[in-house]
């Protein structure tokens, strides 16, 4: 298994729990390596210098896991597993909360599809969720996965799309991991604009 931490090379204080956590992980047995992601595409060029070698573990700045939580998702069987985390989303003057690590995706009507966050309230049972695709947040992602998807050099937020549609191809689920983890993020919608189709799909719905 490798280990990457996904950083922003930002001294941002919200990154700070994550930055803490990660040390204490590198000290009982998780060796991440740390990227400091200072332009658009060294993420991806990161990933597919790590691509194809063996088992890989990715951690974005600013989720908040337990050990125990990276230990099940290093030895669950399953070849992409996402664990869930809070999303929290700037919404005028209030705020709007999800659980994603998973989305699924939802015709919009006209031939086109827009991905809505997993909702783990219809999934008691943990070890039985899949969904269509996931974000990045953190994952674990086998090497036997990694062969047959063919990665590109692309900004960040391209990235978890280019890799969406190589599961949709693939017809390859993933597996979502409990409990929700701490995210210490609020997200404001003009800052990512393609997350808007899940603020206004109506959750009762899902
Ligand atoms: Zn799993």
């Known amino acids: 298994m490798m280990y990457l931490h996904i950083a922003s ?3 941002y204080e919200r990154f700070n729990e994550t930055n803490m956590f990660v040390e204490y992980a ?3 047995g998780f060796p991440f390596v740390k990227l400091d992601a200072l332009e658009d595409y060294s993420y991806s060029k990161k990933l597919i210098e790590l691509w194809n070698k063996d088992d890989i573990m990715i ?8 050990l125990d939580i990276l ?3 290093e030895i669950c069987h399953h070849p992409f597993c996402s664990q869930s985390y809070i999303v929290t989303f700037k919404v005028g003057d209030g705020i709007k909360t999800y659980s994603a690590g998973g989305w699924n995706r939802v015709s919009s009507g006209v031939g086109s599809f827009y991905h809505i966050p997993w909702c783990f309230t219809n999934y008691p049972d943990k070890t039985k969720i899949f969904t269509d695709t996931t974000d990045l947040g953190l ?3 086998s090497k036997s996965l990694q062969e047959k998807i ?8 391209v990235q978890q799309f280019r890799i969406s549609e190589e599961l949709t191809r ?3 689920k993933v597996h979502i991991h409990l409990p929700t983890i701490k995210h210490n993020h609020i997200i404001n919608l003009t800052e990512y604009p393609h997350y808007i189709n899940m603020v206004n799909y109506d959750q009762n719905k899902m």
Do not use: A, M, S, Y
């Open 9 to 11: 090379g930002r001294n």
């Open 26 to 28: 590198k000290q009982n």
């Open 59 to 66: 951690i974005e700045e600013d989720k908040v896991p337990t």
């Open 71 to 73: 230990h099940e998702l």
């Open 139 to 141: 994952v674990k992602i």
């Open 150 to 157: 063919k990665l590109q050099v692309c900004k960040f937020d």
């Open 170 to 172: 693939l017809g390859v």
